[in-house]
């Protein structure tokens, strides 16, 4: 309840409907605080789509070498904890309680928007674990994101960049190279690990854009790779060697593109990782709402003996990854779809081929998100959409024949309400 209460009182301060982009308020603060970020070591991910996913996987191997870490991800699914972890672990309620409350009082009643105190949190409780890796995921495009106020850094990891958030960006800026420019143009001089792209175009424009950064850079093809075989393992590869790996413990192609690019990053940082550590931290990797089956719980049950799968997929380069999974299965395959009111629908659905039926539905305790009939009218370009105002309804509408799955998909958001609602 505590919790719950300081929580309301950064909302109300500066709501998040509002975001405000600069860095100056959390600039501001951490001065405030000590400046603790220059007293950490982070690993930064930067980009559109799998920062996550990326940082999950180097988190599990990390913690199979006996590293102690510290994590800050968003947003969160279930709880805020998730999003402050320490040596390993969330912090409690009331940890996290005595910690924003010791923060919103050094702040002193000044403007600060609910991403930036948040970060202001995690970087003064993250100085107290001095010897610590931090793994922070950056916010909104990263240029004005107030996670890029460090001095310096073990390493820039950019994954996938893709359209999104483009109501931010000026009309005539809405396009890639903006996008790029905006996440990659102030990286700091460490180390630059970049992803596999959805384009040549893409990729070469974040080559363009960081060609005067001194860092050392590690390009996905150029200097790592990674190729699948029959027998249930994938072979990684870079300068240092191969390693022939099992498959994860998460689904999807583009998974795999993600732990390699985990698997890089920690190769090129030289910290005594073993290749026995990549192999069992790669099996171990929590990943929740990315491609999570739900294997029991209440809407596990509506389904019965079928597969039940939710994704937090909501831009134009997660739709391509989800599809392509989902086409890798020899099943029918019928959608639930919810999604905020800022995101790219069509586009988005666009991506989505062979799919047996499209269901929308409402995201409830969600301000921002659209309206399920609405995003149905946005879907009009696939035939029969269906609309249902809620998730249990959605999937009791289903006709489901033998070997079928749902993909619960559109929103982190709507995939909360699912976990809850399971």
């Known amino acids: 309840m505590k919790l719950q209460k300081i929580l309301n009182r950064f909302l109300e301060k500066h709501p998040k409907e509002k975001i405000s982009l600069g860095l100056g308020r959390i600039k501001d603060l951490c001065k405030k605080l000590g400046n603790p970020q220059d007293k950490i070591k982070v690993i930064s ?32 699914i279930l709880k805020i904890n998730e999003r402050f972890i320490f040596n390993n672990e969330e912090l409690s309620d009331d940890e996290l309680a005595d910690l924003f409350e010791e923060v919103e009082k050094i702040n002193q009643n000044n403007p600060i928007t609910f991403f930036e105190i948040l970060t202001a949190c995690y970087f003064y409780k993250a100085a107290q674990y001095p010897d610590n890796i931090n793994l922070v995921e950056a916010g909104l495009f990263f240029k004005l994101d107030s996670t890029n106020i460090l001095k310096k850094n073990l390493a820039s990891v950019v994954t ?6 483009l109501d931010w960006l000026k009309k005539d800026e809405q396009t890639i190279e903006k996008i790029i420019f905006e996440k990659t143009s ?5 180390n630059i690990i970049v992803a596999k792209q959805s384009t040549k175009n893409t990729m070469d424009c974040i080559k363009k854009t960081i060609s005067q950064n001194s860092s050392n850079k590690v390009f996905f093809n150029d200097d790592f790779n990674y190729s699948v075989n029959e027998n249930n393992f994938f072979y990684y ?4 060697g191969g390693i022939k790996l099992p498959m994860p413990n998460i689904l999807g192609q583009f998974q795999l593109e993600n732990i390699s690019t985990g698997i890089a990053t920690l190769r090129i940082l030289d910290l005594g990782i073993k290749d026995q550590h990549i192999q069992k931290g790669i099996t171990k990797i929590s990943s929740m709402a990315r491609l999570q089956e739900l294997k029991s719980g209440k809407l596990k049950k509506l389904v019965k003996n079928n597969r039940l799968i939710i994704d937090g997929s909501h831009n134009e380069g997660g739709a391509k990854a989800l ?12 959608i639930i779809v919810g999604m905020m009111a800022n995101k790219l629908h069509e ?16 995201i409830p305790n969600q301000i921002n998100a659209i309206n399920g009939l609405k995003l149905k009218e946005k879907f009009k370009s696939h035939p029969d959409v ?9 999937i009791k509408s289903i006709p489901l024949k033998v070997n079928d799955i749902i993909c619960i998909t559109g929103s982190l958001y709507l995939c909360g309400e699912v976990l809850n609602s399971n």
């Open 45 to 76: 991910v930067i980009g559109t789509n799998g920062k996550f996913s990326t940082i999950s996987g180097i988190f599990s191997i990390l913690k199979e070498a006996n590293f102690k870490c510290n994590v800050y991800t968003s947003p969160h």
């Open 186 to 190: 102030t990286l700091l001089n460490s």
């Open 160 to 165: 996938h960049i893709s359209k999104d958030h």
């Open 323 to 334: 599809n392509e999974y989902l086409q890798s299965l020899d099943c029918n395959k019928h």
């Open 237 to 240: 590869e870079d300068k240092l």
């Open 386 to 394: 269906k609309y249902q105002p809620n998730i249990e309804k959605a």
């Open 347 to 362: 586009e988005y659905i666009s991506y989505f081929k062979n799919i047996s039926s499209i269901t929308t539905t409402d």
